[in-house]
């Protein structure tokens, strides 16, 4: 399907409580088939199981939590300026969003493939697919960002984030039992590239109801006959950097926040390397950690709503503080069913409450800024601490990483209880 300005779907035509009402229930049900996707090819579960046929070193296969990410995050402050002169988004998301669901049917083909290929070439190849992935996410996460801070308003926006990611967690969740006992029936890789190739399908239903979004036209944030040039939208993000030290002392607990959330990707390797779990206790394993996001995006948000972002934040960090901690400690596999569950708690407060938290900086001019600010500087601490954790679990065992985490949590709560506040006003 062509993807046009004049798409019949990206206009707003109704009353704006039916629009809400339409908007909750197609990203709500867009969320759920991509989660499904990312279900059936976990990046916690199926992913790492993958590699695990072809290396059973830790950091090689801890690498797939920090190459995702480093696509997502790094392109989006380089979009800012463009999203600021649209006056309509959904044209945009609607291209970027297609190069992150193409991978998938790539990555069935790689898995289709493996045992004809090297080991390392077939490690190699996945990593270029998983940025693949990552890149196409992050060039629609700032236009999908501004474009709900459009149609949603403020005071609903952590339930609509919390909604379609619980409603994602949820499919998250049956997908990963699903493609656990795919592998456990088909193991191999044909297992994988059956799995990988459903997950391509599922994007492509999910697709199909994002585009069916309504959003008004209006004026863009900045004016294309004035905008800003690229140079001054870089001074402007200096000067929020220089000027905003809420904003800066938010970045340094999101920051401490990516070594708690790392270490659910070393949970599942942990549980196969130290427990002997298979493919459906791996699976098993995946589901809860989604069910605790499926559960906590809804909670967290309505809580953040009416009790603060910042704090209910700086609790799902200690919760993510406690996971590592029973992980640390944990005698067999069912214990680590608690540190992942705590673990999705701090994933929440980690990914999703920021989404919200951040368009409460700055005026509307700016928000693109913050947005690309806050992901393009957190990018690195994503990048950074799987690779760290892996390097730890390799030398001195899954322990030390595992201690790192709980630090990491205990950390980031601490800046968020004693150095952020609720933000607001404006940085020229």
């Not at 988004?89 to 969003?97: G, K």
């Not at 993000?237 to 926040?257: H, P, Q, S």
């Not at 690779?387 to 709560?413: K, N, P, R, S, T």
Request: glycine share 12%; hydrophobic share 55%.
């Amino acid at each position: 399907m062509p993807v046009t300005d004049d798409h019949a779907h990206v206009g707003g035509r109704g009353e704006p409580a039916t629009d809400l009402r339409h908007n909750f229930i197609v990203h709500t049900i867009d969320a759920s088939f991509f989660g499904l996707a990312l279900g059936v090819a976990s990046f916690v579960s199926v992913l790492p199981l993958f590699l695990d046929t072809v290396t059973d070193a830790p950091l090689a296969i801890g690498l797939i939590a920090s190459i995702q990410p480093l696509g997502w995050h790094l392109p989006q402050l380089l979009t800012a300026d463009r999203v600021n002169r649209l006056r309509r988004y959904m044209p945009t998301i609607l291209r970027a969003t297609t190069l992150e669901r193409i991978p998938f049917f790539v990555l069935a083909g790689l898995a289709w493939q493996a045992p004809h290929l090297p080991p390392g070439a077939t490690l190699v190849l996945t990593y270029a697919i998983v940025l693949w992935i990552g890149i196409g996410g992050g060039l629609t996460s700032t236009p999908y960002q501004a474009m709900v801070a459009k149609i949603i308003p403020p005071v609903r926006q952590g339930a609509f984030y919390g909604l379609k990611t619980g409603a994602a967690n949820l499919m998250l969740a049956i997908g990963a039992v699903g493609a656990g006992r795919v592998l456990e029936r088909w193991p191999g890789s044909g297992g994988f590239a059956a799995c990988f190739a459903a997950a391509g399908l599922a994007t492509v239903v999910s697709w199909f109801w994002l585009a069916r979004t309504r959003e008004p036209d209006a004026e863009p944030v900045v004016r294309l006959a004035s905008g800003l040039p690229a140079e001054r939208l870089r001074a402007r993000a200096g000067r929020i950097l220089a000027r905003d030290a809420n904003f800066r002392w938010f970045l340094v607990a999101r920051t401490c926040a990516q070594a708690t959330v790392m270490a659910a990707a070393y949970y599942t390797v942990y549980a196969v390397q130290r427990f002997g779990a298979g493919p459906a206790a791996a699976g098993y394993l995946a589901a809860t950690f989604a069910v605790a996001q499926t559960v906590g995006n809804p909670a967290m948000g309505w809580l953040g709503d009416r009790w603060g972002h910042r704090r209910t934040m700086a609790l799902g960090m200690l919760a993510g503080a406690g996971g590592a901690g029973i992980a640390l400690a944990a005698p067999g596999v069912l214990w680590l069913h608690a540190a992942f569950f705590l673990t999705g708690l701090a994933n929440v407060a980690a990914f999703t409450l920021p989404l919200a938290y951040i368009l409460r900086f700055g005026a509307p001019d700016q928000r693109t800024a913050y947005i690309g600010l806050s992901s393009s500087l957190t990018a690195p601490s994503i990048v950074l601490a799987p690779i760290v954790g892996g390097w730890l679990a390799g030398a001195a065992g899954f322990g030390a990483a595992f201690a790192v985490a709980a630090a990491g949590g205990l950390a980031a709560a601490a800046v968020l209880g004693v150095k952020v506040r609720e933000p607001g006003g404006n940085v020229a």
